[in-house]
């Protein structure tokens, strides 16, 4: 599907290895580090231009902290991001700032996203006011086109954010994302705060806003049927690893990892005759401190051999864009 | 097209029904103010701002052949001073007046100062973190444990009497209570998804801390403020008591109150009604300290 | 499933609203259904529709003092718990009737060790003079598959996981033997393969004590699931009643159709997810005729005058519409 443009043409994003670890400390004057947290171990994907890449996974999988070492929000401790073959964590200056309006971000909980004390149109021109010159007729040009493309009225510039509901404020936090005319937007689980008939609206908005521009997507969350929707290609974290990354039919029409398959199992379909699949995990989703050698998933895994205790599985392409990491294959 | 409307979330209506049940108030917003404060207050800043028009005497006027006079309404008084004189026939009404004065400008003074110091490090310390915070913070944590009078009386007599060396000491007081508060206030700000937001917009921190941090702080320190100001009266009060505060002749509560210490037995009138004064003002500071705070907190759980 | 079964708890035209400075919410404003021995029923709506209201109103733990069981019967084995007093009402709690919410980080005390917490929900039921109480709670966690239950009845909250959590709030709760389970959101907090373990957990211990639950969720794949029947919540009343099987091959309420048109599938074509437009009207200013009226693709004037009356559709199905009326086979 992407294929030839991959090839052909640099993709806007491509990480290489990046991996993040937060060291634990213990002891109350001198802090002796004891441990890593190791919140991303390694992971290597590339977004194309107008494309949607989604990361799923649980808690501790590491998809957030991938999310916010592309933001800049944190620093990797290995590996690289980069934009158009840029390293996004050694710009400075004014590619610094131009970076800043070539990616930006929409999080989760709408009630905590948006400045109570300021109005709705201040938040949303921000990234413009702070990268670029505008003038302030310019400024206020820009707030009224983004909130006509998110299906918001022109007077919600002038409001306080305390005047919406959720969905209007997701709204509002996808309005500021677009303001500076971005090329990707990290969206870290944007429509899980919402309620069920909302999150359609969204879902909805962001597919077109993606047919109109040239926008790309990181899609960050845990419900696959959202993914399912809305993601050109999934890859599956796992404590810190991709196990699985294809074409989204590919992966949904045959998942291959083992933790894949549970995750599929678990996404409870709303259908009272559909099939039972109940691949029910064991224990625990485990902590990324330290965790053991060989596959991190060996510990639950149904279908684990003596291999997988020791040496960690390599990404193996099994069909044309479609990659897993286990010794099954 | 998504409308503009008022939702009201269940769980908030639960909330703050529960709140105005437990404060009671008769119908209407207009009788919830706490108009006893506002007038207090009121009148105090009128009365220090027209103290030379109003007070009937000069304050530092003596009249021998007057000292000692009950006020007006006791036997012996006059209506020409209607608070009575004290022991030098200074009126003590005037003095009074005048004397509200001194402990509004050393009250003003040194909470904007001692304010506006600890906001700032308060600010600093919370977004910053690290070394920074703890350095800042090992400072404010000495800075409380100075025993408070002490600290004034060794600044007074350092320094010298006089406003200005009160309203160092004052400030040097206060500003770590301050930094303390506002620094929890910003910690809990800066998890707050905006702020990330903002440094994905490519916010500088400086932006940060003025946009985003200082106005979601500002509810908390300005009733802080408030409820310090009657502190800040009472310190002065104190120090002038102890003699380290304005010097004679200038009126000031506290030096009243000290001065008719030894005539507390015939000459009440000298101590009480400048004491009385410091307590209805304290208390009406404290009191609309209160309120402020109820006032702007549901408003704060709806943002 | 469990037809025959007999009724547990009958709710009655519930109301229970709040009393506000903006008037007077209309949580839940005539809520009635049935619930079997051994059965599981879904109360499916979003938020502030009334179904967590009206799990609250159950137990008689409205938030105080703004909220207030108006009118309607809830008859817990026959015996009407809303003429209950305080004390009576809690022995009713934990021991016949009993509740699990939404976050375990706050349903359970930080300062006292999961054992102390069990052993507390234990003293209050039944006594089972054989075995110490102690006994008892390592078989309560157990139970809800806690492994080495020994050492973790020594361990603090804050010490295990969400999805362990939740699972001694659910021993906590099962403790007393109660007759009825109100599970609100149980799962929401959790991740979803935690999630399916704690679903199959719930559906063995119902299937051993013939529990009957009430599960109040906003996911209708828990409800294809878990539930037995659903009840479809809507601005404070319930507008759709039907078995889990034909609510969903045949939903009969615009509001469900619509809900259910708006989930994104796992299967089939990708297709454009139809949304419902508007929002759902304020509680505390509701509309004479019908609460769905503004946003129905059906809408006629008769359902802007005159609230529909609830219309059988089929066995144990019934939905609150007037469109029923005017088709009753098809749609």
């Known amino acids: 599907m992407l294929e030839d443009r991959t090839i052909a043409v640099e993709p806007l994003i491509r990480v290489e290895n990046l991996a993040k670890h937060f060291p634990v400390t213990r002891g109350v004057l001198i802090g002796r580090t004891t441990g890593q947290v190791k919140a991303v ?232 005759d559909a099939p039972r699949d109940d691949m029910i995990l064991s224990g625990e989703v485990p902590s990324p401190i330290d965790p053991s050698p060989g596959c991190h998933f060996h510990p639950r895994c149904p279908f684990a051999m003596e291999q997988c205790a020791r040496v960690a599985p390599e990404l193996k392409t099994i069909e044309p864009g479609h990659v897993v990491s286990c010794h099954l294959y | 097209m998504a409308r503009v409307e008022d939702r009201i979330d269940v769980e908030l209506a639960a909330a703050t029904a529960a709140d105005d049940a437990a404060h009671p108030r008769p119908r209407g917003d ?232 030894s005539h507390i037995a015939s000459a009440w009138w000298l101590s009480v009604v400048p004491g009385a004064a410091i307590m209805l003002v304290v208390l009406a500071f404290n009191l609309f300290g209160d309120w402020l705070r109820d006032w702007l907190d549901p408003r704060l759980r709806q943002v | 499933m469990a037809a ?20 007077v919410v209309r949580a839940v404003d005539g809520v009635s259904f049935a619930l079997r021995e051994g059965e599981t029923l879904g109360l499916v709506g979003e938020s502030g529709c009334g179904k967590t209201m009206t799990g609250l109103s159950l137990v008689r733990l409205l938030p105080e003092p703004a909220g207030r069981i108006v009118d309607g019967q809830v008859l817990l084995e026959g015996e009407d718990l809303l003429t209950k007093s305080e004390p009576e009402m809690r022995y009713v709690r934990g021991r016949r009737m009993s509740m699990i919410l939404q976050d375990p980080q706050t349903s359970l005390n930080p300062v006292f060790t999961i054992g102390d917490q069990i052993l507390e929900a234990l003293r209050q039921g039944r006594a089972d003079g054989g075995r110490s109480l102690v006994a008892r709670a390592e078989d309560a966690l157990r139970r809800v598959k806690v492994a080495a239950p020994e050492q973790r009845m020594r361990a603090y909250p804050h010490q295990m996981s969400g999805g362990m959590k939740q699972r001694v709030v659910g021993a906590i709760a099962v403790a007393g033997e109660p007759r009825v389970l109100i599970a609100d959101e149980p799962t929401t907090a959790l991740d979803v393969t935690i999630q399916l373990q704690y679903l199959a957990l719930l559906k063995e211990i119902q299937a051993r004590t ?61 297709t454009r997810l139809p949304s419902i437009e508007g929002q759902p009207p304020p509680l505390h200013d509701l509309p004479t005729g019908c609460r769905f009226a503004d946003r129905c693709a059906y809408v006629d004037d008769r359902c802007r005058r005159e609230y529909p009356p609830t219309m059988a559709i089929g066995p144990a199905h019934e939905a609150a519409c007037w469109r029923i009326e005017r088709s009753p086979s098809s749609r």
């Not at chain 1, 029409?253 to 996404?267: E, N, Q, V």
């Open chain 2, 30 to 261: 207009f009788a919830r103010l706490p108009w006893g404060s506002f007038v207090i207050i009121a009148v105090l800043i009128l009365v220090a701002v027209l103290a030379p028009l109003i007070a009937p005497h000069s304050p530092t006027e003596q009249s021998l052949p007057d000292k000692l006079l009950p006020p007006a309404w006791e036997a012996g008084g006059s209506t020409r001073h209607l608070l009575g004189t004290d022991v030098l026939g200074r009126d003590v009404l005037s003095r009074l007046l005048y004397g509200a004065r001194v402990s509004l400008i050393v009250a003003a003074v040194a909470l904007l100062a001692g304010g506006g110091i600890g906001l700032a490090v308060g600010i600093v310390s919370g977004y910053l973190g690290g070394r920074t915070d703890s350095f800042l913070m090992r400072t404010v944590d000495a800075t409380l444990t100075f025993p408070t009078i002490l600290i004034a009386l060794l600044l007074a007599v350092s320094l010298g009497p006089g406003l200005k060396t009160i309203a160092i000491a004052i400030t040097v007081l206060i500003w770590a209570r301050f930094a303390r508060v506002v620094r929890g206030e910003v910690l809990a700000v800066k998890t707050r998804d905006f702020v990330a937001l903002a440094r994905v917009h490519g916010c500088s921190h400086l932006r940060i801390m003025a946009v985003h941090i200082v106005p979601n702080v500002l509810n908390t320190f300005m009733v802080l403020l408030t409820l310090h100001i009657g502190f800040v009266i009472i310190i002065e009060a104190s120090l002038s008591f102890l003699g380290a505060g304005i010097p004679p002749p200038t009126p000031s509560w506290g030096q009243m109150v000290s001065d008719g210490r």
């Open chain 3, 210 to 270: 013939r529990l009957a639950m009430l599960f109040i969720t906003h996911d209708f794949g828990i409800v294809a699931r878990m539930c037995d029947r659903v009840a479809v919540m809507y601005a404070g009343r319930i507008v759709e009643t039907g078995p889990t099987r034909a609510l969903f091959r045949a939903p009969r309420h615009p509001y469900t159709e619509a809900l259910m048109a708006s989930v994104p599938r796992m299967e089939g074509a990708v």
């Open chain 1, 41 to 272: 171990d390694g992971i290597s994907f590339t977004i194309g231009r107008q494309e949607t890449l989604g990361l799923v996974g649980e808690s501790g999988c590491g998809k957030t902290t991938t999310s916010r070492l592309l933001l800049r929000l944190e620093q990797p401790t290995a590996g690289r991001v980069l934009l158009d073959g840029q390293d996004v964590h050694a710009l400075r200056g004014a590619d610094l700032s131009r970076y800043h309006t070539r990616v930006q971000a929409v999080f989760q909980d709408p009630w905590s996203s948006l400045n109570p004390r300021l109005r709705v149109r201040e938040t949303i021109a921000e990234a413009l006011v702070v990268n670029r010159r505008v003038t302030r007729s310019g400024k206020l040009e820009r707030v009224e086109e983004v909130l006509h493309q998110v299906g918001l009225p022109l007077s919600a510039g002038a409001r306080y954010p305390h005047e919406f509901s959720g969905g209007q404020r997701q709204r509002i936090a996808l309005a500021s994302a677009l303001a500076a005319k971005p090329e990707l937007i990290v969206l870290d689980e944007p429509v899980s705060a919402l309620d069920v008939s909302i999150r359609a609206q969204i879902m909805n908005l962001l597919k077109d806003l993606q047919a109109r521009q040239p926008l790309s997507f990181l899609l960050v969350a845990h419900n696959l049927a959202t993914v399912r929707y809305i993601a050109h290609r999934t890859a599956v974290m796992y404590l810190g690893r991709i196990v699985e990354h294809a074409d989204t039919e590919s992966l949904y029409r045959r998942p291959l990892h083992p933790y894949t398959k549970a995750l599929f199992a678990a996404a409870l379909p709303a259908d009272p």
């Open chain 3, 4 to 23: 025959g079964a007999p009724v547990v708890l009958e709710v009655r035209d519930l109301r229970a609203y709040l009393y506000t400075r903006w008037g």
